[in-house]
């Protein structure tokens, strides 16, 4: 609560650099809070882990030393299992399927769905499709057998590793790079752009273009501290990130092909474009894990995500 004749202050707090999508977005959405709420709400953005790293920030936010937080999906397991729908392998066509299916009732159901615990979801950020980088090439499932990967804490990540026969590490983001050039992991899974301001390709000799899973935030609030501001606010506020959503997911495309394109000028790492009969193989290699999750997640869930796959 603000006191009286005070701004309300949202920290927003985030675990990646200022020139990911993330972070710009967070910076945009300052300044037209800044342009539009002066005197009303002041926006403070912590980038990098500086505030909270991202194994505390979601209780960070349930005790109000934060106010809005952009994780990535994987992270709402405690509170709903929903969203794993988001985690599951191979299960998205393209990028465009994933839009698709965040515009669909569904989906914007999902964002209410951490409702019982005090988490009101604002909005999808989209930081692209997930690549596989590797000291090898991994063309077919086999190939990753016996690799150690860093994947975020998520029960559907580690049985998708699991599946191809490797060895699941669950790491914070900040610990990536040192992880992977030290040896304690021998691959990770990351859109370009995360791969990209973090130097991975620096140690990763390989990366497979796989774009095998979504690498999403949601936008998140404690629904106690957005109700206790006034109507007008929130409402001033919601169109705001709307605006915002949208700059968001244009930069995180733009953004995704430049560091695609710098990554793979750099030389540093190699290639690897699989062939459709090796995603082929990926996938009917993953497909046990959607079922395995099918209870948890919803049928009605998985089966609306794979309608957007059709082509209208």
């Known amino acids: ?44 953005v912590y980038p990098n882990s500086t505030l909270v790293g991202d194994a505390d920030e979601m209780q960070a936010l349930l005790n109000n030393e ?26 998205f066509d393209d990028e465009a399927a994933v839009q698709r299916f965040q515009s ?28 596989l980088s590797a000291t090898q090439a ?27 026969g490797a060895k699941p590490v669950v790491l914070p983001f900040a610990e990536v790079y040192k992880s992977l050039q030290a040896g304690l992991v021998q691959g990770a899974e990351n859109p370009w752009s995360n791969i990209a301001s973090q130097n991975m390709h620096k140690v990763q000799p390989f990366i497979t273009e796989s ?32 605006e915002v959503t949208q700059a968001v997911n244009r930069e995180a495309a733009a953004l995704n092909q430049r560091d695609r394109d710098r990554i793979l000028a750099s030389g540093s ?7 459709p009969e090796q995603r082929q193989a990926w996938r009917e290699k993953m497909m046990p894990v959607w079922q395995s999750y099918e209870n948890e997640i919803g049928a009605d869930v998985i089966r609306a995500a794979l309608t957007v796959n059709r082509k209208r």
């Open 138 to 164: 991994l063309r077919l499932p086999g190939d990753a057998a016996g690799l150690a990967f860093r994947i975020q804490p998520s029960a559907v990540l580690e049985a998708q590793f699991n599946a191809v």
């Open 1 to 44: 609560m603000a006191a009286e004749g005070e701004p309300f202050v949202i920290k927003f707090a985030h675990v990646v650099a200022d020139d990911t999508p993330k972070g710009k977005g967070a910076l945009l959405f300052q300044k037209l809070v800044h342009e539009r709420l002066a005197g009303k709400v002041k926006v403070e």
């Open 211 to 242: 774009n095998h899973g979504v690498l999403n935030y949601m936008l998140v609030t404690s629904s106690e501290f957005w109700m206790s501001m006034p109507f007008a606010v929130r409402s001033e506020l919601e169109g705001i990130i709307l």
């Open 104 to 131: 669909r009732e569904t989906s914007r159901d999902l964002l209410r769905s951490m409702a019982d615990s005090g988490i009101y979801g604002l909005a999808y950020w989209n930081n692209g499709l997930k690549q």
């Open 66 to 91: 934060v106010q809005i937080l952009a994780p990535s999906l994987s992270k709402f397991g405690k509170y709903t299992k929903k969203l794993q729908v988001f985690d599951l392998p191979f299960l």
């Open 269 to 275: 790492s190699k290639l690897v474009a699989l062939t």
